[in-house]
C-alpha cells in the first residue's frame, strides 16, 4: 500500500534578502513534507530561518526578501499548485492564505487588531472564505471560541484585545486560524511566552483539533519538550539548512547532528541532581551575513574536523529509515555538545561564614490596587496582588518563586526592589552596618540598599535605554555609587563585561547590537555594577533560546558563587526554577501556597496547585499525568478573602475549603504548604528523582 502523497511539499527552498551592500540568504536550500494529519516540528535557535520558511509558505516574506528558488507544492482537490511560482496578488494565493493554510503568530498583541473586538477580526476572514452573512458568522465564530477553550465566549466575542490576558489573545488567535477550517496550520512560537499550565492546555487543544479536523500542522519552536510532546516528524534548523530530520522518536532518542544533540543537552533537566552544571551550546548563532565556510555549525561544534567541516558542506545522508543527518561527524560516537563544568571558585570569606540570620526577611507583605469606576473615578475595589505573604532568604541562597501570570510574582518582586511601596508588612534587610527597614529606609541608607539589592528584569530590550552606549549604561550606575575616576569606571565597565562573558570591546556599542542573550548578559552586569548582595531576577531567562538560557543559568551560578550573591529568581519555567533554585515559593492568587527544598517541591508536592503545574511540564514521558492538568486562570481579582482562591480550579475542592483562607503550615514532608487537605492528599508528581 503506496503511502498517500504529502499535503506541501517543500523543494530546494531559498530565501534571499537584497541589502544595499550584498545580496543575503536567510533560507538556504530546504526541502520539507509535511503529511496531512500529522504535525512537523520545525526546532532551531533564534535566526535559523524558522519564521522565514513560514511566512515563505504563505508569500508572507516582507521586502527586501524575497523567494529566490525553489517550489512550495500544495495538494488541492482541482490538483497541485506551486505557491512559490503564483503572482503575489493572483486570486488564488488570497484564497489560500486563511483559507487552506492559517497562521497563528508568537505574539498575539502584534498581530491582532487594538481597534476591532475579536469577533470582529475572526469573522471578517470567515466572511471572506466561507461566503456567510454576518449573522451566521457570529455563532460560528462564538462556537469556534467555545471550541478553543475560550471562557464565556459569547461575552469574549465583543471584546478587544487588551480585555483578554494572553493565554485568552493566543486562544483568540487560533479560534481566528481555525474558523476557515484550513488544512494546514502553521503555529509559529504559539506558546514561548505562555504559563506552563496555558502552554498545556493550548498543545491539548491543537492535538484535539488536529485529530478531529485531520489538519497538518507546521509547529516552530526551540522548545525540545514541546516538541516531544506534539510532534509526529521533526527537522532541526541551524543557519538556514535543515540539518536533521526524521520521526520524532528516533531523532529525540537517537540525535546524530551535534547541533541536535546541544540543543537536547541544554535543556533544564528535570530528574536526578539538579545542582548539576547544564551543558550549553557554546557561542551564539552567526547572523546569514556572516556565514561560515563548510558546514555553518563548525564554529561551535566539539566534535568538528579541521581541513573537513571548515571547508565543505556536508551531504545530507540517511542514518536510519527515514532519519536524515548532514554532518561530517555523523557516525561520531562522542558525548553531546556541552560546555565543561562550572569550575569550583572560592567564594568570599564573607559569604563562607555562616549567619543564621535570613539576609531578607519578609513579613505580612500586602499590596493592593485599586480598582477605579464611574466618571469621577471612584474606588470601587482592589486587587490584591500580594496578600500577606511571609518569608526568608538565606545568605548565598537562591529562592526560585513560580506561578502563573496574574499571581503576583512580579508584583511582589517590584514591591521588595521599590518600584510598588507596599500597603502593610515589614521588610527586613541584613545590611552591611545592622538589619535595615527596607520599606520605611530613606536618605543614606536608601542609597545603600539600592547599591545592595539589584533587578535584572525580563525584557532587557526595554530595560536598557537604546541612545546610551554599553559602558554609559553600566558606567552610570558605578558614577552614583562610587568615587571612581571616569578612567578608572571605564576599567571596571570592562571587567565587568568579561566576568559575564563579553568583550569588553562591546563597551562602545549601543543595545541595538546585539543579541538577547547578550543584552541579558548586560543586564546583568549592571546589576552587579554596585556589588550588590540581593539580585531580584524578574522572569531574566524567559524570553531566551533553551541555549541562551543554560548559558544565562550557568553564568548566574558561576557569579553566585565567585561574589556570595544571594537570589530571588521569578518565573513560570518549572524547568529553570529547578536547575537554579535551593528553595522553591510557590505562589497562587497574591498568596504562597508551598514552599520547600526545590527536590521536595518536585519530588513529593503537598498543595494540589504544585501538583497541576508539574503535570502540565511539556513532554511525552509525562502524558501520563494529564488528567491532573487544569483548565482556566488566576483569579483576576488577586487573593482570596473568603476561601482558598484555588478552590475553584481544584480537583480536590470540599465546601471546607471555599469557607476560609488556609493557613501556611509545615507539612509532614518538611515544606510550609497552604492547604486544608494536605494531610489526607497523595499527590503525585511526573518528575523522579534518578
Known sequence: MTAPSPLVRIDDLKVDFDLPRQTVTVVDGVSLTIPRGKTLCLVGESGCGKSVTAKALLRLVENPGRIAGGSITLDREDGPVDIAALAPNDKLLRQIRGGE???????????????????????????????????????????????????????????????????????????????????????????????????????????????TEDMAVLFITHDLGVVEEIADEVAVMYLGKIVEQGPVDEVLSNPRHPYTRGLLASMPRLEGDFKAPLS????????????????PFHTRCALAIEGVCDARMPAATMVESGHMVACHAADETAAPVSTPAIAAVPTPAAANARDDTPLLKVENLSKFFPIKAGFLERTVGHVRAVSDISFEIGHGETLGLVGESGCGKSTLAQTLIGIHRADAGKVTFAGREGPVDVLSARGGVAKALRSDMRMVFQDPSGSLNPRLRVRDIIGEVLEVNTSLSRGQIDARVKELLGEVGLSADYAGRYPHAFSGGQRQRVAIARALASDPRLVIADEAVSALDVSVQTQIINLMKRLQRQHGLTYLFVSHDLGVIANISDRVAVMYAGRIVEIGRTEDIFYRPQHPYTEALLAAIPGRSRRGVAGKRIEGHAPADGASEQGCAFASRCPYAQPACRASVPALAQSVSGQDVACHRAAELDLSSPVRAA
Open 101 to 211: 493554510i492559517a497562521l497563528i503568530h508568537q505574539e498575539p498583541m502584534s498581530f491582532l487588531s487594538p481597534l476591532y473586538t475579536i469577533g470582529n477580526q475572526i469573522s471578517e476572514g470567515l466572511m471572506l472564505h466561507r461566503k456567510v452573512s454576518k449573522a451566521e458568522a457570529r455563532h460560528i465564530g462564538i462556537e469556534t471560541l467555545r471550541e478553543v477553550g475560550m471562557p464565556d465566549p459569547e461575552a469574549k466575542f465583543d471584546r478587544y484585545t487588551f480585555q483578554l490576558s494572553g493565554g485568552q489573545r493566543q486562544r483568540a488567535m487560533i479560534a481566528m486560524a481555525l474558523v476557515s477550517k484550513p488544512k494546514l496550520l502553521i503555529a509559529d512560537e504559539p506558546t514561548t511566552a505562555l504559563d506552563v499550565t496555558t502552554q498545556a492546555n493550548i498543545l491539548d487543544l491543537l492535538r484535539r483539533l488536529q485529530e
Open 280 to 295: 550549553a551550546i557554546r557561542g551564539m548563532v552567526p547572523t546569514p551575513a556572516n556565514r561560515p565556510k563548510g558546514c
